[in-house]
Nanobody, 125 residues
């Protein structure tokens, strides 16, 4: 399995920005989806954004218009650029990977099977 490593979390005031990074070390396989998830204290884990192999993206409602996915040209690092952060964005953010099926243009949530340790994002009022 390809295990991702997250970084870039921290504490920021409401309205501020952060850029999270997800490095997939040793990745040589093709067709990898990279997803960002988060878990706030006392809440279930939720999907935030996904970058599909081929460049397609998905953002949840809370992320649309504020968060942006990008990837370096080697496709080993995926970034989640977060702007206009709100206190409700406070959570542990996780990066996960899934192999996109040959007949698909996206990855299902259940297919993400390799998870990083997480990086904490705290948005202060």
């Amino acid at each position: 399995q390809v295990r991702p490593v997250e970084s870039g979390g921290g504490a920021v005031k409401a309205g501020g920005s952060l850029r999270l990074s997800c490095v997939v070390a040793g990745y040589t396989a093709n067709r990898l989806c990279v997803g960002w998830y988060r878990r706030a204290p006392g809440k279930e884990r939720e999907e935030v954004a996904v970058l599909y192999f081929g460049g397609g993206t998905y953002y949840t409602g809370s992320a649309k218009g504020r968060f942006t996915l990008s990837q370096d040209k080697e496709q080993t690092t995926t970034y989640l650029n977060m702007e206009n952060l709100k206190p409700e964005d406070t959570a542990m953010y996780y990066c996960a990977t899934a192999r996109q099926r040959d007949d698909a243009t996206w990855c299902q949530d259940s297919e993400f099977n390799s998870w990083g340790q997480g990086t904490q994002v705290t948005v202060l009022t």
